[in-house]
T-cell receptor, first 110, second 117 residues
């Protein structure tokens, strides 16, 4: 199984940068996902990391260190619409299942 | 729009009622999932279907009964629920189960907000 830990809440100002950390303990690792979930809506896929390093997608970047069991999601040039919950999920090496963290609620203020 | 729809979006039921949640995916995926999302808790995997066959029952009480008539549709039948079953129930689908593809990410529906009185 997996043990996924991420902060509960973060607040930042419009235009700023926020980094959401995720740590995990796993018996087998086969990739880490980040999802965004606006209130009352479906979680939507943001990024996937399976090798160490940084993956950049526009204003969003995700980093992975497998040796440290650590990932972060970096949100740059924050916009009001980025206010949402961000879910970290780890896929087990031995099966297909995703284990999710409880999510980090990001509030962007003007 | 993620290509996964769920109905109803909201449901209030008594403990003696019987109701069903419906999920439909328009993505041509072969795997479908039911998750429970409670406030401030991680998503809990409930059931997994692959090519209409159930491959996972994550110790879910029998008052939850899944049904998968084909790869595009998934149901969750509810009966004699408890107030602690109140939560957001999310359906998801993915191309396959195994991680043969680089991402094979899961696509989620918007969920059914269930309240058990």
């Amino acid at each position: 199984g997996q043990n996924i830990d991420q902060p509960t809440e973060m607040t930042a100002t419009e235009g700023a940068i926020v980094q959401i950390n995720c740590t995990y303990q796993t018996s087998g690792f086969n990739g880490l996902f980040w999802y965004q979930q606006h209130a009352g809506e479906a979680p939507t896929f943001l990024s996937y990391n399976v090798l160490d390093g940084l993956e950049e997608k526009g204003r969003f970047s995700s980093f992975l260190s497998r040796s440290k069991g650590y990932s972060y999601l970096l949100l740059k040039e924050l916009q009001m619409k980025d206010s949402a919950s961000y879910l970290c999920a780890v896929r087990d090496l031995n099966d297909y299942k995703l284990s999710f963290g409880a999510g980090t609620t990001v509030t962007v203020r003007a | 729009e993620t290509g996964v729809t769920q109905t109803p979006r909201h449901l209030v039921m008594g403990m003696t009622n019987k109701k069903s949640l419906k999920c439909e995916q328009h993505l041509g995926h072969n795997a479908m999932y039911w998750y429970k999302q409670s406030a401030k808790k991680p998503l809990e995997l409930m059931f997994v279907y692959n090519f209409k066959e159930q491959t996972e029952n994550n110790s879910v009480p029998s008052r939850f009964s899944p049904e998968c008539p084909n790869s595009s549709h998934l149901f969750l039948h509810l009966h004699t629920l408890q107030p602690e079953d109140s939560a957001l129930y999310l359906c998801a689908s993915s191309l396959n189960l195994a991680g043969d593809f680089p991402y094979n990410e899961q696509f989620f529906g918007p969920g059914t907000r269930l309240t058990v009185l």
